[in-house]
């Protein structure tokens, strides 16, 4: 059988399960549908949670990042767990208390202002769009693989699927396919993981393999690895590289505090049915999420590891030492079609060199002494590592398709959650609750959709023309998360005096500024060409680059939103007086 | 209830005993991964656990794992703290 058939049936099979429990679940109970997770074990809760947040970021796009910034990428790794324990610890209990349904709700109350509420949609809506547009290129980069076709076709076909998925509706809110989904995924990105750190290393367990010897050598994994990226004029996988220092602190702060103001993540701590469990949930969301992101590092470095030694065999600089073109293997012509990955033998020796030719030095050194005349690797995208980490290892066809399935279980799950957040958000939100407030129900349903398939559209098209990789696409909807709703969460609970006018300004503030720096060097909405400065490291205020500026942004909303309380009157008693109550567990 | 001063006493010394907790909780979710898995990263490299250099272990693997453990005792030292000031929830 061969590939493509066999990973559309194994696709096809997951998408059976899903709609299969679905149909089993919701016979059971439709209240499930409104709220997901009450009464479900909090163990169980914390899986769905797992699903509904780790996307086609961190499932298709993250390990391949790591593999090409190494040490560096653990801004990613802990960024985006770090962030549970600002949520655990400054947000869920008291919001559980607060016993509100949406994050607009809640400020709009606490606030005691509409325009405070609508200042939180907006906010909603700009995250949860730039989250799309990652997913959107996730998915694409998927159903490309699959169906061996060139991005644009995988990415329209991707858009139907996420369409017909979001708008089948509420399965997205039934507890059980997104346990479904999360052991899915689970799965398909451990299956491959073991497979390959035994091969590697002798030892199963990723984790472990990660910091072993390679089998039948005297020497550690990271340290061949180290070397042979220097050998290749690279800098070595365990020091800074791709990104300064300052840069991968601000990264990791962005993400951590995006993560504790992720609009569509918080609301899941709304609805557990006790406080008690609400600081236990977040942990156990955690414990299944770390369960991939522990592993990812061992399939970040070892799908480097497994490609490097594809491409360069013999010994640095031997005529023969290189891959001939004849010899590449099977999953390199599967990418090459999608266009995502692409060879040219620059020197016409027959054989494909891959080296870092940015370094002067040792690209002049390649050139005199081996004749190499530039990288012959000229594309590699690197959403696309982990898609082809089996194919690389030589993994046998049914893992290949699993890991496919995997990544577009992670995208869906997370696009069709984001697109009912974003349709909610604008038609119950913002026409029903502010704009239009006598709107028919079938107005409502109508805005809906209609604002699903907008933003659809917009995200597709922007996938196709990405301000990033999807991680890193990600990352900027982080950056306004961390910008826009933590602060004023966090203010609202902590700081009983914050007011009306100071929430609004630090919002205003915060968002504003943030949107502002990433459209100058990301494009005006992300639409290509229109960036006002480009995109690099000497053109960026003091070298913070566009995903790092979350946490200058979400300093802004703190004081401005400080500044203005302290000048403005305090909120009404009545407002305190929540506060004070809110930040007790026993209800009284 | 008893006298509402003494009980909104009782109820501000609670508040204050959850932001030492979180305090301390906070410090070492700084330390772990800012301080040993960024900022003293690359001096902790020269050290070698296994195949792993120190730094790096904590930016990849450590801190994950600390932030498990912040949540989880946090929990748990925040349900002894409401059964012990009395506002556990019935």
Redesign the interface.
Known sequence: MSLQVLSIIVVGLTFALYIGIAIWARTGSTSEFYVAGKGVNPVLNGMATAADWMSAASFISMAGLIAFLGYTGGAYLMGWTGGYVLMALLLAPYLRKFGKFTVPEFIGDRFYSKTARVIAVISLLVISITYVIGQMRGVGIAFSNILNVPLTIGLISGMVIVFIYAVFGGMKGITYTQIAQYCVMIFAYTVPALFISFQLTGNPLPQLGLGSTLVGENQYLLQALDETLVDLGFQPYTEVRGMSMTNMFMLTLSLMIGTAGLPHVIVRFFTVPRIRDARKSAGWALVFIAILYLTAPAVGAMSMWNFINTMQPGEVGAPEGNVAVENLPAWTDRWEETGLLEFTDKNDDGHIQYYNDGNEEFAQMAEQEYGWEGNEVTKLDRDIMVLATPGIAQLPNWVIALVAAGGIAAALSTAAGLLLAISSAISHDLIKGVIKPDVSEQGEMMAARISMGAAILFAGYLGLNPPGFAAEVVALAFGFAAASIFPTLMMGIFYRKMNREGAIAGMLAGLGVTLLYIFTYKGWFFFPGTNMLPDTAEYWLLGINTGSFGAVGAAVNFIVAFAVAKMTTPPPADIQKLVESVRVPRAD | MSDPNQLQER?NE??RR?LKI?GG??AV?AIV??GL???L??AL?AIQ?????L???F???G???T??I???F??WR??KL?REF?????
């Open positions: 109820r609670y508040w959850n979180i909780c906070l979710w991964s800012y898995g960024i900022l990263a690359p490299n656990i296994g195949g792993y250099p730094g790096f272990w930016a990849q693997q801190s994950i794992i932030f498990l912040i949540i989880f946090y929990a925040m349900n409401d009395e506002v556990d929830e019935q």
